[in-house]
Structure formats: C-alpha cells, structure tokens
C-alpha cells in the first residue's frame, strides 16, 4: 500500500475483507475473558523478580511496554513450562493482573511470533477507533458494556481531533508537503464528526458522552518519532478501525449503529490511506536506514494486532455488530498483502 493505490481499490479490498470475515465469525463472543470492569491493577510484583504462586516459581518477566491501539507486551524471561502457562487462550485474571503489572487490563494472553521469545499480550479496554496524540495515554479503566465501550470510542474519537491537528502542524514543521498537512486538516474535523456520532450511539444504548478533556498532543521530538507513531497509530491502528467500522457497518444489527458506522468507516479509511501517505514521505525523508526502521516498526504494530484483535465490549454485540476474534483477524489478515 505504501506504493499507491487507488482509494476505490481499497474500499473494494475492505469489502471483501469484511465478506471474509463475516464468513470465518463463530458468531459468538470472542472467548472467556477476565471479569466486567477490568482486572485489578494493584499488584506491586517486582518487575523482574519471581512470580508469586499463580505462575510457576522460576518465571521470570519483564516490565509491561505499552504499544500502538491500547495494549503492553511483557517479555517473557523464563519459559511457557517455567511459568506454567499455556501456548493458546486467556491467562488467568490471577496471572494477568502479575504478569501485566500496573497496566490496566481487561485480560491477557500468550502472544507468539516464529523465531522470537514468547510475550504476554495485555488487552486495554481500547475499541480501536481513535488515534492517539504523541503523549496520549489510554484510559485507566475498562469499557466492557456496550454503553462505557461507546463512550470510550467517542473519547477516542475526540482524542483523535488533538492527533490530526498536531500531525499537521509538526508535518508542517518538518516540511512535509502541503496536500498532507491539509488532509491532516480534514481529517481533524471528520474525527469531530466521529466523536458526536459515538457520543449519540452511547446515550441511545444508555451511556453518557465523555467529558470535555484538555488536549494532550504536546508535539513530536523529531521526524522519525512522528513517523513511528504514524506508523502504530495510522497506518495499523486507523486501519484496524476502518475494518472494524465497515464490519459494523454491514453486520449490526441497530439500523443506527450501520448508520454510523458506515460514514465512520469510509473516514477512517482515508485516514488509514492518508497515513500510508504520510509514511511513504517520511521514509523518503529519513532515508534507507530510517525505512528499514519505519518497515520493522509496521510488521511488528500489523503482527501484534493480528495477535491480538481490538478490544470489543462484552454485550450487545449483535445490536454493534462487533467481530469475534476470528472476524477481527480474517479483517486483518485479508488486508496484509497492502500494509506490508
Ligand atoms: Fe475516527
Ligand atoms: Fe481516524
């Protein structure tokens, strides 16, 4: 994708992706998860000292790291055996709320990666539908019924408001071309469209909008911290939302919800074209060396999404249309051969 390709292109590809997956859905939840409300985050375990009982006695682990949509790695140290965990399914809420420390997670689950240590995926309560400033932070707690989840989305849409504006004027600062800093722009106030269409789905499914909240974008460091985070947040993340929006808008099965959802999704799609835009330019700007570290930061933010889907919330998920963890992959998946 980052070559080009025609917005009609990638609409017809997003159609086809949101076919496939609603061909591979269970049709069910996306599996046991830890409770409503979010897993504890008290635990004061040493970052990388042995695990309490809940893990076997040798685990060793490091510091949650948090990464692009929401969730945090911790490296493995030890072994799958010396830890007592299984390869496949949802950790214990015991053991997420050791292993993910002071990360606030609705659940966890071993991520795998061929060639590579194994890692503990924490999931936030992130629906995917926002992108984050250069200093935006995820809420602090999780949204598993449908209304906090519509809530959260309409935060992130708002948050998403400070991104675009920051990107367009730091892609300003570091000579990026006009036509980006102006789609930029745009795509500020689409995100405040987006922001009062979540706000009206969460007061229809009986939740408040969010709060008004001081913008955080504080400005990029230099180019290639800009263009990392593009990379994270525009390129796999706006990505994910415009799959999950398209899904949402065909398979909900609120009228209102496909509404929304549906002019949601062709936005998010231009934002996901845009930051491929964005990331083409700045690897010419960088050069080979800051494009191999650009092309690294992609696989690694596109592999762990594939791992780990989008948070949905954990009723009225006929009423969202929201996909299962099978449909959240076949989305991504189908969309791979364009984002790497
Ligand atoms: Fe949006
Ligand atoms: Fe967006």
Not at 78 to 99: H, K, Y
Not at 211 to 231: D, I, M, T, V
Not at 301 to 328: H, I, K, V, Y
Request: some cysteine.
């Amino acid at each position: 994708m980052r070559h080009c390709r025609s917005a009609r292109a990638l609409t017809a590809l997003v159609e086809s992706a949101v076919a496939l997956a609603a061909a591979v859905s269970s049709g069910c939840a996306s599996g046991p998860r830890a409770e409503d409300g979010g897993i504890s985050t008290t635990s004061s375990v040493s970052v990388t000292g042995t695990a309490p009982a809940k893990l076997g006695p040798d685990c060793k682990f490091g510091k949650p790291v948090v990464t692009g949509c929401g969730g945090a790695e911790v490296e493995l140290r030890s072994t799958l055996a010396e830890c007592g965990l299984p390869a496949e399914g949802d950790l214990t809420t015991e053991q997420c709320n050791v292993l993910c420390e002071t990360f606030p997670t609705r659940g966890c689950r071993v991520y795998t990666r061929p060639g590579a240590k194994e890692k503990v995926y924490c999931d936030a309560s992130n629906p995917c539908l926002g992108r984050l400033a250069s200093r935006g932070r995820h809420p602090r707690v999780s949204a598993r019924r449908a209304p906090l989840h519509l809530a959260r989305a309409a935060r992130m849409e708002a948050d998403s408001v400070d991104a675009f504006r920051e990107l367009a004027s730091d892609l300003a600062a570091f000579g990026a071309p006009v036509a980006l800093v102006r789609a930029c722009r745009r795509s500020a106030q689409q995100e405040a469209r987006h922001a009062r269409s979540m706000a009206r789905l969460a007061v229809r499914f009986g939740g408040s909008p969010p709060p008004p909240r001081a913008a955080r974008a504080k400005g990029f460091r230099s180019l290639e911290s800009l263009a990392l985070h593009n990379e994270r947040e525009g390129v796999v993340g706006e990505m994910m939302g415009a799959l999950v929006a398209a899904y949402q808008s065909e398979r909900a099965s609120d009228p209102k919800v496909r509404g929304a959802m549906k002019a949601v999704a062709r936005e998010e799609l231009e934002h996901a074209a845009l930051s491929i835009r964005i990331g083409a330019w700045a690897r010419a700007a960088l050069g080979p060396r800051g494009a191999r570290k650009l092309d690294r930061e992609r696989a690694r933010a596109f592999n762990r999404m594939l791992a780990t889907g989008p948070a949905g919330p954990s009723d009225c998920q006929s009423e969202l249309g929201w996909p299962d963890r099978a449909a959240a992959r076949a989305l991504l998946a189908a969309v791979e051969p364009v984002i790497l």
